[in-house]
C-alpha cells in the first residue's frame, strides 16, 4: 500500500500535537502493508502515524543541524531495514512499523521464547464485571497475593478470590497493597491530551540547534546526551530509538528494582545500562555528574516518585534551564484523582481507559488491541518530542502518558478514514527480523522501522555509569 499526494489523516493530527509545521506532513509516504489493522479501532493508523511523525521530527532535526531551520526536514528514507539518505520524500514501510510494534513476539533469546505475561497477569470475572492483573515483577506478584489473602500464587486461587469480590473492591485492595489490578471500564475514559509542551527558558538561541553543530546523514541525535530513567517498554522504545538516530544513551535503574531480563533484551538496544542508588552518598554524587552534562532527561516513572529524590521535571528544568526533560506516565495528570499518581502500564490503562471492553469478544471476554501500541505509540512519539526540542535549542518540558495516546486512539484517530490496505496475508515479519549477539546470548529480533543496531544490549546494570566521549 502506498499513500502519497496527499497528509495521512493520522500523521497530521500527531504532527500538530508535536507542534510541527501542518505542510510537512505531506513529505511522509507509506509504503508496504502491516498487520495491525484488525480489530475496532484503527491501531494500524496510530502505527504508521507515530513512526511517521517520528521520521518528521528526525528529519527536521538533521536539517537543522546542517544550518536550516525548523520545519525544514532532510530526507531520510526507513525502508529495507536500514535509515538511507535519499531524495525525499520521506519513506516509512508499513512492515517494519508492525514488526516492531510487537518486538517484543518476535524476540527469542537463545531460541527460547520470552515469558510475556506471567499466570497471574490477565483478565479475570469478578462479581460485577471483569478486573485486569499485572503481576510480571515479583514485587507486583507477592503484592497482589498479599492484597487478595491468597493462600497460594495459582491462578485459580486468583480466580476463586476475584469472583467473590466486586471489580472496584479487587482493584483498590491491589493498589492499597503496592500491586496492580484495574476494573474493566465500559465507557471510554475521559479525554487527555496528546502531548503537553512547556517552554523553559533555554540556554541556546530559541528556534535554532546550531550549538549541536552537524550530525552525520541519518543520526541527527549524535553527540546529545540521553539520561534514561525510564522501565517495562514505552520508556525504552524511546530511548531505543533516539540510541540508533545517534544519541548516547545512559539508563539507570537502582539495584533494589531489578528488571526482567526478557524486557531489556528487547528494549535495551542503543543504550548502555548502569546501576546507582541514590540514597547512598557516592553514587548520587555520580548521578549529579551525569546530570550536569546530560542534554535529554526522560522519565517514566509515576507521578512523585522522582520528586522525592528531587528530580521532578520542575527541579530539573530549574536547576538546568537548556535541559529537554521528557516526562512519561499511565494515566495522565490531568486524569483524576487518585489516577494521575497511580502506576500503570499498556494493558492496564487498555482496561481502564475502555478499550478492553471495546475489543470485547463475543461472550463478553475483554479484548486486547492486536499490539501494545500504547506503549509503542508513546514512545515514538516520545521520541519525536525529543527531537523537535532538541531542533528548536532545548529549554523544554514534555508530557506524554499511555492514556494521552489512548485518547487519541478512541477518539481522534477513531473520527477519521480509515485507510485502505493490503491487509495481513500480504505481511510477513521475516524481512525485518535480524540475529544479533547480546550480553543475553543471540537474539533474534525485530529491527526498528529506522535502522539496525550495531550490536545487540549488554546485560541490564553492566554497564559503567559514564558519558562516552563526545
Known sequence: MTIGGEQDFATAQAWEALGGAPELVERVRYTGSGNLGEGPLPVGELARATVGACALAAGELGAVRAGGTTGDPSPLVVDEGRGIPCPSPLVVDEGAVATAFVSERHLRVSGRAPVTFAPLSGFWPAADGWVRTHANYPHHEAALVRALGLRSPEPEALRAAVAG????????????????????????????????????????????????????????????????????????????????????????DTPGLPEADDAYADTGFGKRSALLDLARAGDREVFEGLLAEADVVVTGYRPGALERHGLGARELSERRPGLVVAELCAWGRRAPQPWAGRRGFDSLVQAGYGIAAACAGPDGTPGVL???????????????????????????????????????????????????????????AEPWLRETGSGYGVLRHAVSPFGEWAGGPSRWGTDRAVWLPR
Open 165 to 252: 469480590r466486586t471489580a472496584v473492591e479487587v482493584q483498590e485492595l491491589a493498589y492499597a497493597a503496592g500491586g496492580l489490578a484495574v476494573a474493566v471500564a465500559e465507557r471510554y475514559g475521559d479525554p487527555q491530551p496528546l502531548v503537553e509542551t512547556v517552554r523553559t527558558t533555554g540556554e541556546r538561541e530559541p528556534g535554532r540547534g546550531r550549538a549541536l553543530g552537524e550530525a552525520p546523514p541519518g543520526r541527527p541525535v549524535a553527540g546529545v546526551r540521553v539520561l534514561d530513567l525510564t522501565r517495562v517498554i514505552a520508556g525504552p522504545v524511546a530511548t531505543r530509538t533516539l540510541g540508533l538516530l545517534g544519541a548516547d544513551v545512559l539508563r539507570i
Open 370 to 428: 492486536p499490539a501494545q501500541a500504547l506503549d509503542h505509540g508513546t514512545g515514538y512519539l516520545l521520541a519525536a518530542g525529543v527531537m523537535r526540542a532538541l531542533a528548536g535549542g532545548g529549554g523544554c518540558r514534555l508530557r506524554f502518558s499511555l492514556a494521552g495516546t489512548g485518547s487519541w486512539l478512541v477518539r481522534g484517530l477513531a473520527g477519521g478514514a480509515r485507510a485502505a490496505g493490503g491487509g495481513a496475508a500480504a505481511y510477513s
